[in-house]
């Protein structure tokens, strides 16, 4: 199908692609059918784009990129309703706000994107607790410096 | 809204399979426990309104975004 997109104009996505969040995200109760897209010549980033609304994309992004370390828990009623069978289906992606200049942009590592490749579930999972940031920075002062 | 005083190890229950305990009170904090099912989401509201706040902030970047990474990689 064509879809409208925010950032890319018109894109021609296959169904099997599009990802289900079925109760939406927290403040797009609504919008409950996106695809991720990718950006042209930008491999660390992609877009997850509404299907029903064309001006509602969010920016995102590997976790890991930026967090090596960046590990959390599942709790039961995520892997449960997104029916995940097995951890190499499991996608975890990263909503970046991204700031002029761009290294003071942040990605939001308290509330990451879950998807179930396997069946394209998806939802974003609020760590129940507050081990991570929402506005972790993705730039550090060691970097800053070149060295 | 409905307003209910309940003492501590009291409980109330919410439709058929919602059961929220007063578990103790310290100060000017109480301990809750939520029994409810699996599929019910419980967030701490402040929480949950913050990811909302976040969530739209990250929505509203203007469209030319793109054109940000380009100064910044020329840069």
Known sequence: M??????LGKVQIEDE?????????????????????????????????????????FIVTNPHYYYKNYTFKLDEPIIDSLN????????????MTI??????STINLQAPIIINSKNKQAKQYI????????????????????? | MLILTRKTKEAIRIGEDIEISILGIEGDQVKIG????????????EIYDAIQVQNNEAAKLPKDIFTLFEKESEG
Do not use: C, W
């Open chain 1, 127 to 147: 760590l129940p607790y507050d081990q991570y940031e929402m506005k972790a920075a993705i730039s550090f002062p060691m970097e800053e410096k070149g060295v």
């Open chain 2, 34 to 45: 939520i029994s409810a099912p699996k599929s019910v989401e419980i967030h701490r509201k």
């Open chain 1, 99 to 104: 700031q002029e200049p761009f290294h003071l």
């Open chain 1, 17 to 57: 692609k599009i990802i289900q969040f079925e109760s939406g995200l927290p403040g797009f109760n609504d919008e409950t059918k996106f695809v991720i897209l990718d950006i042209p010549g930008n491999e660390l980033m992609q877009i997850l784009q509404s299907i029903q609304t064309p001006d509602l994309a």
């Open chain 1, 84 to 95: 995940i069978q097995e951890e190499k289906n499991i996608v975890i992606l990263a909503i």
């Open chain 1, 2 to 7: 064509l879809i409208d997109t925010k950032y």
